[in-house]
């Protein structure tokens, strides 16, 4: 079962990556959900430091919290390569 999720997950990835510390405020705002208002904090943000991970993006970029991390990684953004895995629930670490 859970060599078929991994599968189907392979297989829904995005065919390419847009990576947040090299992209252009064009290439950002063609993500559904950016637009000028998050692409130049991002840009802004980036001038002053390259963003080390997930973590700090959400962390500096008002507006970037989990649910749009997510969107956002599911279009193909990634943070120094890495896309954006939301943390294991108390309850599903559990089982």
Do not use: H
């Given at each position: 079962?859970?060599?078929?999720?991994?599968?189907?997950?392979?297989?829904?990835?995005?065919?390419?990556?847009?990576?947040?510390?090299?992209?252009?405020?064009?290439?950002?705002?063609?993500?559904?959900?950016?637009?000028p208002g998050?692409?130049?904090?991002?840009?802004?943000?980036?001038?002053?430091?390259?963003?080390?991970?997930?973590?700090?993006?959400?962390?500096?970029?008002?507006?970037?919290?989990?649910?749009?991390?997510?969107?956002?990684?599911?279009?193909?953004?990634?943070?120094?390569?890495?896309?954006?895995?939301?943390?294991?629930?108390?309850?599903?670490?559990?089982?």
């Amino acid at each position: 079962m859970r060599a078929l999720l991994a599968l189907l997950l392979v297989l829904a990835a995005p065919a390419w990556a847009l990576e947040v510390n090299q992209a252009s405020a064009a290439e950002l705002d063609g993500l559904r959900g950016v637009g000028p208002g998050l692409s130049t904090p991002m840009l802004e943000e980036r001038a002053k430091a390259p963003f080390r991970d997930w973590a700090d993006l959400m962390a500096r970029i008002k507006g970037i919290g989990p649910g749009n991390a997510a969107r956002f990684s599911a279009q193909g953004l990634r943070v120094n390569g890495q896309a954006y895995e939301r943390p294991a629930s108390p309850s599903s670490a559990a089982r």
